[in-house]
């Protein structure tokens, strides 16, 4: 009995660090975002000659569908290569607008560090709300925030992430 009580406790220890261990991660990405958006800001005004800002309108018609329209904006760092000593841009905020049918949509995509990929994901529709958290230190991990339907699981995020960064990087820095 005093075995079983042990180890329950243990559980229950271990998954209250793993808990305070998420929320300061969430905590961490968030302020991220906090200066991401400031440097977003930054970036629109032209206050930073080092962030720079791209606007990308697409208008098409869906058979079906009808009249679509696609607004892609980055917002990005000149950042230099230690071991090259060359320069090249580097995204850290994606927004996304579009609309399907009647339906509009709003997206954006955090990236921290260029080595780390998405960390942060957050997708609007109506009253639809999806937010996913992710991380890689201490062996990674996500959280997830869903009000309403999911529009977005977490694997086409981080594809539709990557998706539009490789975009950018073949378009602003040539990369084939």
């Known amino acids: 009995m005093r075995t079983l009580l042990t180890i ?11 808990g305070q261990n998420q929320q300061a991660e969430v905590a961490k990405i968030r302020q991220a975002y906090a200066t991401a958006k400031a440097d977003a800001d930054k ?8 962030l720079g800002h791209m606007e990308m309108t697409a208008n098409h ?5 009808g009249p679509q329209k696609e607004t892609l ?5 000149l950042t230099e290569d230690q071991t090259t000593g060359m320069y090249y841009h580097e995204p850290f905020l994606i927004t996304r607008r579009y609309n399907v049918a009647a339906q509009d ?3 954006e995509f955090l990236y921290i560090g260029s080595d780390e990929g998405l960390n942060f994901f957050f997708q609007k529709s109506g009253d639809n709300e999806t937010r996913y958290y992710f991380w890689s230190e201490n062996g990674g991990g996500s959280h997830s925030v869903i009000k309403g339907s999911p529009m977005l ?11 539009l960064s490789e975009a950018f990087h073949r ?4 990369d084939y």
Do not use: H, S
């Open 43 to 50: 970036a629109q005004k032209g206050t930073d000659p080092l």
């Open 171 to 174: 378009l602003m820095n040539r």
């Open 61 to 65: 018609i869906e058979p079906g569908i």
């Open 8 to 18: 329950a406790m243990l559980v229950l220890f271990c998954l209250t660090t793993a």
């Open 105 to 107: 949509f709003y997206e």
């Open 73 to 77: 904006q980055y917002y990005f760092r």
């Open 153 to 163: 699981d977490e694997v086409f995020a981080m594809r539709l992430a990557t998706d």
